[in-house]
């Protein structure tokens, strides 16, 4: 089983739709998790982190975790075509022990946003 | 603030020759750490200072690859000598030292530099 894991996409949502990007990861002990964008040719860019159960929101973006099922999300509400990029989650693996410690990504998923 | 920054953007090489890449972390930023990303994958760690001390090289390929951080500034990743294989992007990222014992820290990505090995 992959470490992390994302539907590749291409997701694609309307104008002014909600989009739901979804993730999952293998690690029971995951202690932080993060969204970032990237376009074509572009670095991932961080938009979001989450490190408890529940929900975070940050302008448009709002991220949901549940731990108990190993579930990261992130929703963008009033989606807008300059959304259109690849959302990598990105999670750190094992107990932490210290606030430094690698990222584990998944493959990203494709957002289309149609206007 | 200036962000991370790598260089060069890109880098066409033969198979055998050597490619030496480099990272500015953003200013304050002790951890630095190395990703690279090959076509059709998701990006991979390759190996994390902390200053100017590798801290975990547990992603680095083989050892035809040579990362250094002299004065735990900025960083330089040396290829020698290249292989097909080694094409790909490949980032930096840096973030604050931090003291948590739960959480790591978000970390910044530079733009990258794609290598390619002909």
């Known amino acids: 089983q992959k470490e992390v894991e994302q539907n590749s996409g291409p997701l694609s949502v309307p104008e002014g739709a909600i989009a739901s990007l979804n993730c999952t990861y293998s690690d029971r002990v995951s202690q932080s998790f993060f969204w970032y964008r990237q376009y074509s040719g572009k670095s991932p860019e961080l938009i979001m982190s989450i490190y408890s159960n529940g929900d975070k929101e940050d302008g448009r973006f709002t991220a949901q975790l549940n731990k108990a099922s190993q579930y990261v999300s992130l929703l963008i509400r009033d989606s807008q075509p300059s959304d259109s990029a690849t959302y990598l989650c990105?999670?750190?693996?094992?107990?932490?022990?210290?606030?430094?410690?690698?990222?584990?990504f998944g493959k990203g998923t494709r957002l289309s946003v149609i206007a | 603030e200036a962000g991370v920054t790598q260089f060069p953007s890109h880098s066409v090489i033969e198979k055998g020759q050597t490619v030496t890449l480099r990272c500015d972390p953003i200013?304050?930023?002790?951890?630095l750490y190395w990703y690279r990303r090959v076509m059709g994958k998701e990006i991979k760690f390759l190996l994390h200072f902390v200053k100017e001390s590798k801290q975990d090289e547990s992603g680095m390929p083989n050892n035809r690859f040579l990362a250094e951080r002299t004065g735990g500034t900025y960083s330089t990743l040396k290829v020698q000598p290249a292989e097909l294989e080694d094409s790909g992007v490949y980032f930096c990222?840096?973030?604050?030292?931090?003291?948590?014992?739960?959480?790591?820290?978000?970390?910044?990505f530079g733009p990258g530099t794609r290598l390619t090995v002909t």
């Open positions: 990222a840096s973030s604050p030292l931090g003291l948590a014992t739960t959480q790591t820290y978000e970390q910044y």
């Open positions: 200013s304050g930023h002790d951890n």
């Open positions: 990105a999670v750190t693996l094992g107990n932490v022990g210290s606030g430094n410690t690698p990222l584990v």
